[in-house]
């Protein structure tokens, strides 16, 4: 069935250093994966994305990889601040016809200590 | 905030009992989706609504029902609730089949 796993659960960084976050998917037709970050309290924000006819994505300290071959995709963060500490999601839209579904992961617990 | 509007925020009730939650999307924004997020299994995929029929549906029990009306708020019915729906349940909203959606801010159900 449709399934992302996402590593490591928890993952802690001291400030300015880099995080990365992988996930790997099961269905190879997969087509679009974001990444969400969700702060204590608030619901999940989308802070990258990328769909499956690209390789790589940047926006300024984020970036997002993606190996359709192995089927994985990566977060990754430079130069990490306090304020990155929250729960990250990777999510996949499998290939189930005209629907926005989204498969997560477990989430991945960061935190960037000062 | 995001434009998505989740009430209430908070729900406590007994087991046994009905509860509904309510989801305003994004002005703008055709397609509901509802989410479950508990500690043991993170998020998972309830439904989907766009422009009022549903259009695609998760590993949704039996006793919870759903809903999009006409001005495209939709409703969540949780029924004859369990321990185990205690969990935070998630709204999302985006324009058609538009990629990476927008969460609301949840409502937190827990049944005693």
């Known amino acids: 069935g449709e399934n992302v796993e996402q590593h490591p659960s928890t993952l802690s960084v001291q400030e300015g250093d880099s995080a990365v976050i992988k996930c790997t998917y099961s269905?190879?037709?997969?087509?679009?994966f974001p990444w969400y970050k969700q702060e204590l309290g608030k619901g999940p924000q989308l802070i990258i994305d990328?769909?499956?006819?690209?390789g790589e994505k940047k926006d300024q300290r984020i970036a997002v990889t993606l190996n359709k071959t192995a089927k994985h995709f990566s977060l990754h963060i430079t130069e990490t601040q306090p304020e990155d500490s929250a729960v990250y999601f990777c999510a996949a839209k499998p290939f189930s016809g005209n629907t926005g579904k989204l498969i997560f992961g477990q989430g991945t617990t960061l935190q960037v200590k000062p | 905030d995001s434009g998505v509007t989740q009430t209430p925020k908070h729900l406590i009730t007994a087991t046994g009992q009905r509860v509904t939650l309510r989801c305003s999307p994004r002005s703008g924004d055709l397609s509901v989706y509802w989410y479950q997020q508990s500690l043991d299994q993170g998020l998972q995929f309830l439904i989907q609504y766009y422009n009022g029929e549903e259009r695609a549906k998760g590993n949704i029990l039996e006793r919870f029902s759903a809903q999009q009306f006409p001005d495209l708020h939709s409703e969540l019915n949780l029924s004859s609730l369990e321990l185990g729906d205690s969990a935070l349940y998630f709204c999302?909203?985006?324009?058609?089949?538009?990629?990476?959606?927008?969460f609301g801010s949840g409502t937190r159900l827990t049944v005693v």
């Open positions: 990328i769909r499956s006819n690209v």
């Open positions: 999302a909203s985006s324009t058609g089949q538009a990629l990476g959606y927008t």
């Open positions: 269905d190879s037709a997969s087509n679009y």
